[in-house]
């Protein structure tokens, strides 16, 4: 509910102040007076586009703010979806730089232009000539049906379904892609697999079968290097083995002179052994190394296939066509298991298909329940409106798809005389028309739901009389379940309000200000009169006006 407008600097309007109160208001005000002008700052603060021309001082930043209660209208969930502090007391603000610049605001905290706009569509609803175009569209007239089926909890469950379902084919589609795909590529990650699966693949092979190849390919040198080493360690006269054999003795016979000369003993005699063990070692090499032609083609050609692998993957290391073969045999597996992962994401999507038709059948059972009420509802409220042989032909059709809301598609055809053809609502009623129509309809949602604040901007255009005076009524009546708001020229319909305001310019001499004020019972009294017999009061104009308020 709509508690306290706050607008500044805003096209005419300088500085607006109001408080409403819960029921039925209704706002009036000579042509030009600045209906449109307060309409249109409520607008911004709602989340409307905005540019500079809406400032009046050009110098000064323009800032509209609205405080709402809110507890009624189940908006927890919208304040916690988008991190803001939730208050049943809400403010919404809007502010316009003289730069153009536009910042908004709930509860004071800086929000989006899209958020403020969300928050405010479940605020306040503001219905003018303009809006009734949304009668004509299929999704509004579902939603009423579904409003009056009392279908909120099956959408839900429809909803939540039809995200499960689309996810499901979602995830069918990627799969059967990714297998068309994979498909392609099977045939060749087989051959690099099995190419790599064949080679001698292990961590340090590499640096094996090239020392290998290194001491194969150089025998004749390496046996003639052991065969000289041999020579200088065991030559009979100038051997190594024979220098030390002599040295052994000479300091041999120093031992008994002192711990010094037969340590120096000892260490010459670790040498000779040390240089013993050498001999031997280079003997056995002698057997060893050998010439092997079929072994050295052997390692050559292991060598070349993995150079030519390393290449081939641009990689530098035996590890990394490891780890190659490894991912090849990951893809070539789960190629493999892709047909098992369809055939289940298939069965999961005939499941989820089954239950979805099931929940469209539902709904689909309860709206056709009540199109019959629907129909008579508003062909008998339209009678009171001056329609009387208005007539509605309202019928669901399943379509193949599922959609937002359901297999239906509604048929609502609309013919405002007996005998006439049926046709859209676009098509066969007038802005008159749609209005009234429109008025029944939200009266009627209003019995079902909690509706947000109605504001009927000139709703009655068109009609006068018994009419208006109906029209009147029905706002008032909805007005007991919310907050109902009409800009009206008319008194019949002003008359019916439990509050008053007026809107007017005022000119101070400098400048043109546009005013709005709540009237008391006197100067609606005035008022009235006014909008019944112009400004030269009357009698019989005051004495309508009286009457009309009792």
Sequence with gaps: MLTHLTIKNYALIDDLSVDFDRGFSTITGETGAGKSIFLGGLSLVLGKRADLSTLRNKEQKCTIEAEFQIEQYNLKSLFQKHDLEYDPLTILRREIQPSGKSRAFINDSPVTLDILSALG???????????????????????????????????????????????????????????????????YNNFLFNELANAPLQSGILEELESTYEELSNVESILEQLSGGHQILTHEEIGVQTSLTSLRGSIAKLESYGAAYSELSQRIQSVFLEI???????????????????????????????????????????????????????????????????????KLLENTERELEGHSKRLNERRNLIVPELKEKLETALKDLGMP?????????????????????????????????????????????????????????????QLPTIMFDEIDTGVSGEISNKMGAIMQKMSAKMQVFSITHLPQVASKGDHHYKVFKEDDGRQTSTRMVKLDAEDRVVELAEMLGGKALSDSAMAHAKQLLN
């Design 276 to 346: 013993d063990d050498i001999v031997a070692e280079i003997e056995s090499l002698q057997d060893k190394v050998v010439p092997n032609p079929g072994l050295l083609e052997e390692v050559n050609e292991k060598l070349q296939l993995l150079y030519s692998l390393q290449k081939k993957h641009s990689v530098s290391s035996v590890e990394e066509l490891l780890k190659i073969k490894e991912e090849l045999e990951a893809k070539i597996t789960q190629t493999e298991n892709l047909e098992a992962d369809i055939t289940v994401q298939q």
């Design 121 to 187: 569509q479940r605020l306040i609803d503001i219905h003018s000539q303009h809006q009734t175009l949304e009668l004509t569209e299929n999704e509004f007239q579902l939603k009423v049906i579904d409003a009056l089926a009392d279908n909120k909890e099956l959408l839900a469950e429809y909803s939540a379904g039809l995200s499960t379902y689309h996810s499901a084919k979602r995830k069918l589609e990627a799969l059967v892609q990714m297998q068309a795909e994979a498909e392609k590529e099977q045939d």
């Design 389 to 449: 042989n208005a007539s509605f032909k309202i019928a669901l059709e399943e379509v193949i798809e599922f959609t937002n809301t359901g297999k239906d598609q509604l048929i609502f055809e609309f013919s405002a005389n007996r005998g006439g053809d049926y046709g859209s609502l676009k098509k066969n009623a007038s802005g008159g028309e749609l209005s009234r129509i429109m008025l029944i309809i939200k009266s009627i949602l209003a019995q079902y739901e």
